[in-house]
């Protein structure tokens, strides 16, 4: 997510406004044309952080305008215009505790190292980041001392831009970095994942539920695989997930996910409460052309 100065600029003053703000104002204050203005305030308005209510724009009661205005009233004399803008929400949402070199924050951000470090130096700064350093790179880590609200605003804001892609009907399983996983009793537009994507690769289930992921894009098995992991809940979607696995064993020995080592413990004989036995899989594996 992107913000730009003015985008900052605008929700500062709706935040710290002692009176009701309007268009006008904001146009007059930013010194920038009517056009401009109502593009910014549409912005705010998508990503939860403004209303419009009649004339005026206020804060809106969400989860990450409500953090922002914590964050606000903490550093309001710090320059947040320039702290949030461009891709900096990127970069501060992967800074945590553990130091990490500008390369592995580079590849995680997508972000070319020349300005991940022009960022960095102005994190520095402020007191955003403290670096350390091991052999001859630097590393960066977020302090949560000085700026605890930071990071709570920009860890709700990527929650709540997640979780505004669930349908109203339909029920979250898991939410991720940039997408979720739900399960809904109505078709959906959306891509089929978990369970609902297992026919494609031979295992037709014949489910009432529909599992799927958004945004809507092509689908790994790898991705198909762990969504069904995530999804399994109950002892015949484990069921189900064993199967898939052994159907597709060759493809799926590199996942990790904490249910893999009772998956396999069971496939080794073992009894675990909660899981198949052997004599159930055994007693699925015809219908699949799955052979142990």
């Known amino acids: 997510m992107h913000f730009s100065q003015n985008d900052i600029r605008a929700l500062v003053l709706i935040t710290g406004s ?21 593009r910014l305030i549409t912005h705010l ?14 804060l809106a009661g969400t989860p990450p305008a409500d953090a922002f205005k914590k964050l606000y009233f903490r550093h309001r004399a710090s320059p947040l215009h320039k702290i949030l803008s461009l891709k900096r929400v990127e970069l501060l949402a992967r800074l945590d505790r553990t130091p990490k070199n500008l390369e592995t924050l580079a590849i995680e951000t997508g972000i070319p190292i020349d300005t991940l470090y022009g960022y960095l130096k102005g994190f520095l700064w402020v007191g955003i980041v403290s670096r350390s350093r091991q052999g001859k790179a630097y590393h960066f880590s977020f302090n949560y001392i000085v700026w605890p609200e930071l990071k709570d605003f920009v860890t709700s804001l990527q929650e709540y831009r997640v979780l505004r892609l669930v349908p109203r009907e339909a029920l979250l399983i898991k939410s991720y970095e ?13 891509t089929f994942s978990s369970f609902s994507a297992y026919e494609d690769y031979g295992i037709e289930l014949g489910l009432k539920d529909y599992y799927y992921t958004l945004p809507k894009k092509e689908l790994s098995i790898q991705e198909v695989f762990i969504h069904s992991l995530d999804s399994a809940w109950e002892f015949s979607q484990k069921l189900f997930c064993v199967l898939f696995y052994l159907k597709n064993r060759d493809k799926l020995e590199g996942i990790d996910h904490l249910m893999m080592k009772d998956l396999k413990s069971v496939l080794q004989g073992e009894r675990i409460k909660g899981y198949p036995t052997m004599e159930d ?6 219908l699949y052309d799955i052979k142990l």
């Open 18 to 38: 002692k009176q009701s703000i309007n268009p006008r104002t904001l146009q007059e204050e930013l010194r920038l044309r009517r056009e401009t203005v109502s």
């Open 45 to 58: 308005v998508e990503i939860g952080l403004a209303e419009r209510r009649g004339r005026e724009v206020v």
């Open 178 to 190: 940039n997408s979720v996983l739900f399960k809904s009793l109505r078709p959906q537009d959306a």
């Open 281 to 286: 899989i055994e007693d699925r594996t015809d």
